[in-house]
Structures are given as structure tokens and as C-alpha cells.
């Protein structure tokens, strides 16, 4: 929403400098100037999930549920709060949580500044999603994937500078980061993790992407994507390939790949299949669907199954329904068609 009333009382500052000098500084302007400059919005997903498992039997939970407040000057100074809303209920129920914790609640807080001098520039400070990886979410129930946690780097404190028309203009953006490794807190702690994250436009159609992150003194990560997408924007087709070390999530596996698709059947409805392998651990097919019911509203399901490797469990059969409502993020995330109350001819 716009700022359209600022509650600013004209004021007159006087200084005076001796009795022969008396100046005066007239604010009476900066209501409007803040006014037409500044703008508040608020933004947010409620996302309800229910996941059942041959191995895991039956969960439901709100993950990717937040809600962010941000203030934007002049389209150029941006500061932003968001909370995760899946950390006020208790796992599998809709009680409030037990062990709520404020600073893990803060899933970002930080501070964008973009056109620095008029340079294609922007820095980021604060707790905020680090550059890495090429973030592909098209599955209703994308968290679900095998390698998600190795696909980005979150909820850390640290700066990252964006330059467009990267690296001489070899590269459409170049993106490196600085951080600390603790993720979770709002404490600042030893800034000993760094990334950079290459982007460039091969053609209309296809988007590369290379990224690099040593989080702390031993893990590394390298991810090399490729995103397609046909001129009717009907056709989506990624693939991601990681290589990874010494990380605890993913003992006995350096290498893991994720190949996926999108359909879109009608105007309100998308098919997705992804197959995910991480070497010597799991090989996953996924397939869902998503329908757009009203302009903010969308409902999912897919089913996923996991072989896994060398019997570290048994082959498990996944089903999963994904209800999300969005609000207050513009036109970007609407729903253009839908099935209640829409135009579909």
C-alpha cells in the first residue's frame, strides 16, 4: 500500500549564530517528499501441507508459510522483515508451538540498496537468503525434494553484492556473498562463509546459471543449472547438478542431480514431473499437478517415490496436497487464470 498521509507537522528550525546572524530552515516540504517517496507493503504465503509415507507415515504442517512487512524509498532503499508462520504451531497440529523461539520466527531482516551512484549495483546486509543455486519451486510440494537443503543457502546474516552485466558484461549478473555460518539466530557470528553465483541469457529461451558456496572451514558446494522455457511460456523444462563435500546432511553422497518439467494442459492447470538422484543414497520420480482455483489460490498434489540405495531404507511411496493462498504481492503473484469466479474464455 502507498503512504499517501504521513503525519509530519510543518516545522521551522532556527539557529541562531550570534546577534548578527539568524537563519531559518523550512520543513514544511517534507511531509509530501516522504509521502510520494516512500511506500509500505505487506506480503505473504499461508501454505497448509499434508504428506503421507510409507516410512513416515502421516504429516501435516504449514511449511513455506510467511508473512513480510518491507519499506521502499524511491524504489532504491528497500528494508525488509519477513517471519516464518510454520514456527508458531507445534509439528503436526494446529496447537501454538511450545518452544517458540523469536529469533529463528525472524526468517529475514535486512536492508537492499540498488542504483548506487547511478551504477547497475546492489548490496544486501542482513539475515537473508544467501546467492546460490538456481531455485527452481515447481512442484506443489517443492521442500519435498531429496536435495533441497543442498539447493540454497538461508536464514544466515551476511552481505551480498549484485553487479548487472556481470564480470565485463561476460555474465547478464554476478552475485557474491559473505556470511556467517550459524543459520537460524539473530547473532552475529565469525563471518567464514562466502558464495558467488554466475547468471547468463544464452538465448531468449535459455538461462544458465553457476554457483559456488564454502559454507565454513570444510563444506563446499558448486551447482551448474539450466533453465529452458518455451516462447509461450506453456514449456519449462531444469536441470541441476551439485557437487558437494563434508556435508553432515548427506553422508556418503557427493554429487546429487535433479532433471524436471512443466506443462501447463489449460490455462488454469500445470503438470509437473522431476526425477532427483543423490548417489549412493536415492533415486526419486515425482509427479503432481497444479490447479488455480481462484486468483490467489492455488491447490496441489503429487505423488513421489524413493529408491533407495544399498537399503538404507526401504522404497517409499509419498503422497502430498498443498492448499496455498498468496496476498498482497502484485500482479507477479497472481493467478492471470482461474477456475471460480474467472475469466477462462
Known amino acids: 500500500m502507498k503512504v499517501k498521509n504521513l503525519l509530519i507537522y510543518p516545522m521551522t528550525l532556527s539557529f541562531l549564530a550570534g546577534p548578527m546572524f539568524a537563519g531559518e530552515i523550512d520543513l514544511s516540504n517534507l511531509k509530501n517528499d516522504i509521502a510520494s517517496n516512500l511506500s509500505i507493503g505487506v506480503e505473504g504465503e499461508l501454505s497448509s501441507n499434508f504428506v503421507s509415507s510409507d516410512n513416515n507415515g502421516n504429516s501435516n504442517n504449514f511449511g513455506n508459510s510467511f508473512v513480510s512487512l518491507n519499506f521502499d524509498f524511491q524504489d532504491r532503499v528497500r528494508a525488509v522483515l519477513t517471519a516464518n508462520l510454520e514456527l508458531l504451531f507445534n509439528e503436526n497440529s494446529m496447537d501454538l508451538a511450545d518452544d517458540f523461539n523469536l529469533a529463528e520466527f525472524i526468517q529475514e531482516a535486512y536492508i537492499e540498496i540498488k542504483d548506487v551512484n547511478g551504477a547497475p549495483v546492489a548490496f544486501i546486509i542482513g539475515k537473508h537468503a544467501i546467492a546460490f543455486g538456481q531455485n527452481v519451486q515447481e512442484m506443489p510440494l517443492f521442500s519435498e525434494n531429496p536435495?533441497?537443503?543442498?539447493?540454497?543457502?538461508?536464514?544466515?546474516?551476511?552481505?551480498?553484492?549484485?553487479?548487472?552485466?556481470?564480470?565485463?558484461?561476460?555474465?547478464?549478473?554476478?552475485?557474491?556473498?559473505?556470511?556467517?555460518?550459524?543459520?537460524?539466530?539473530?547473532?552475529?557470528?565469525?563471518?567464514?562463509?562466502?558464495?558467488?553465483?554466475?547468471?547468463?541469457?544464452?538465448?531468449?529461451?535459455?538461462?544458465?546459471?553457476?554457483?559456488?558456496?564454502?559454507?565454513?572451514?570444510?563444506?563446499?558446494?558448486?551447482?551448474?543449472?539450466?533453465?529452458?522455457?518455451?516462447?509461450?511460456?506453456?514449456?519449462?523444462?531444469?536441470?541441476?547438478?551439485?557437487?558437494?563435500?563434508?556435508?553432515?546432511?548427506?553422508?556418503?553422497?557427493?554429487?546429487?542431480?535433479?532433471?524436471?518439467?512443466?506443462?501447463?494442459?489449460?490455462?488454469?492447470?500445470?503438470?509437473?514431473?522431476?526425477?532427483?538422484?543423490?548417489?549412493?543414497?536415492?533415486?526419486?520420480?515425482?509427479?503432481?499437478?497444479?490447479?488455480?482455483?481462484?486468483?490467489?489460490?492455488?491447490?496441489?498434489?503429487?505423488?513421489?517415490?524413493?529408491?533407495?540405495?544399498?537399503?538404507?531404507?526401504?522404497?517409499?511411496?509419498?503422497?502430498?496436497?498443498?492448499?496455498?493462498?498468496?496476498?498482497?504481492?502484485?500482479?507477479?503473484?497472481?493467478?492471470?487464470?482461474?477456475l471460480f469466479d474467472g475469466d477462462n474464455n
Open 147 to 338: 536435495m533441497a537443503d543442498l539447493q540454497e543457502v538461508s536464514e544466515v546474516i551476511g552481505l551480498t553484492v549484485t553487479l548487472e552485466n556481470g564480470l565485463f558484461g561476460l555474465f547478464d549478473q554476478a552475485e557474491i556473498s559473505i556470511f556467517e555460518t550459524e543459520a537460524g539466530d539473530l547473532d552475529v557470528g565469525e563471518i567464514n562463509g562466502a558464495s558467488v553465483r554466475l547468471s547468463k541469457e544464452i538465448t531468449d529461451q535459455i538461462q544458465a546459471t553457476l554457483s559456488h558456496v564454502a559454507n565454513g572451514d570444510d563444506e563446499r558446494r558448486t551447482s551448474l543449472g539450466l533453465i529452458t522455457e518455451s516462447s509461450d511460456g506453456k514449456l519449462m523444462g531444469w536441470v541441476e547438478g551439485v557437487m558437494f563435500s563434508n556435508n553432515p546432511d548427506f553422508d556418503g553422497s557427493e554429487v546429487a542431480l535433479t532433471v524436471g518439467g512443466k506443462i501447463s494442459v489449460t490455462d488454469t492447470t500445470d503438470v509437473v514431473v522431476e526425477y532427483t538422484s543423490l548417489n549412493n543414497q536415492v533415486h526419486q520420480l515425482a509427479a503432481g499437478a497444479k490447479v488455480a482455483l481462484t486468483e490467489n489460490m492455488t491447490l496441489g498434489a503429487e505423488v513421489r517415490y524413493s529408491n533407495y540405495v544399498e537399503e538404507l531404507e526401504e522404497d517409499d511411496l509419498a503422497f502430498g496436497v498443498n492448499l496455498t493462498y498468496t496476498f498482497g504481492g502484485g500482479d507477479d503473484d497472481s493467478n492471470e487464470e482461474y
